[in-house]
Every structure is written in structure tokens, then in C-alpha cells.
Nanobody
Framework: QVQLVESGGGLVQAGGSLRLSCAAS????????MGWFRQVSGKEREFVAA????????DYADSVKGRFTISRDNAKNTVYLQMNSLKPEDTAVYYC????????????????????WGQGTQVTVSS
């Protein structure tokens, strides 16, 4: 079992920045690819970014490319999402998640492939 706790959400004006953190405990953090997803009430959870176990490979949704950066510190069991140039359409609850398959070499962008989830942190971007 992997337990995940997100933090760092809040209210920010358009054009501003936030950094989300996700602290993991339980099984060996470095064995799992990690992802960030977001969800607006009434809509499906959507992929934001993902990072492989050692951090060498990342993937992003087209809507956040060039603005968001995912990173991880395996020594601290933490994954981050740096969000710059925020837009009102980035408003959502942001969730971090751990891959359902440890040591997997393929990076997934679908929520189904992640089965450990945090409780979410609200990000609100005002115009």
C-alpha cells in the first residue's frame, strides 16, 4: 500500500504560480512512476503530468506543456508539480497518484493505470 498526501494548493491570480507537493509513505516510493491528475466537478479526471521512477522521463498534457513541470525527490519520497503562468481553466482539484504496477518501464497517462491516490488539493485561479 502507498499513502499519498498532497499539499500546496490555494487561490492565485491568473499568471501566477503554485507548487504542489505529494508526500508518499508505505511501499518503496522509488519503485513507482508517479502522476498528477486534475478534476473539475462533474467532469472526468484528466491527466496532467507523469514521471518515471528515477525522474529521467516525463510526460505532460498538451494543455500544460511549457507551463507545468513535474519532478521528484526519491530521497524525500516526494513528487512535485510546479505550475507557472496559471490560467482560470487550470482551476480544479489536483490529485497525485502512484502507478498500479511497480517497476513498470512504460509511463502511463490514463487514470486506470494508477491505483494509489491522494485526497486532492484545490487549485483556484482567478481571472
Amino acid at each position: 500500500q502507498v499513502q499519498l498526501v498532497e499539499s500546496g494548493g490555494g487561490l492565485v491570480q491568473a499568471g501566477g504560480s503554485l507548487r504542489l507537493s505529494c508526500a508518499a509513505s508505505g511501499r518503496t516510493f522509488s519503485n513507482y512512476a508517479m502522476g498528477w491528475f486534475r478534476q473539475v466537478s462533474g467532469k472526468e479526471r484528466e491527466f496532467v503530468a507523469a514521471i518515471k521512477r528515477r525522474g529521467g522521463t516525463t510526460d505532460y498534457a498538451d494543455s500544460v506543456k511549457g507551463r507545468f513541470t513535474i519532478s521528484r525527490d526519491n530521497a524525500k519520497n516526494t513528487v512535485y508539480l510546479q505550475m507557472n503562468s496559471l490560467k482560470p481553466e487550470d482551476t480544479a482539484v489536483y490529485y497525485c497518484a502512484a502507478d498500479r504496477v511497480p517497476l513498470r518501464t512504460v509511463l502511463s497517462i490514463t487514470a486506470y493505470e494508477y491505483n494509489y491516490w491522494g485526497q486532492g488539493t484545490q487549485v483556484t485561479v482567478s481571472s
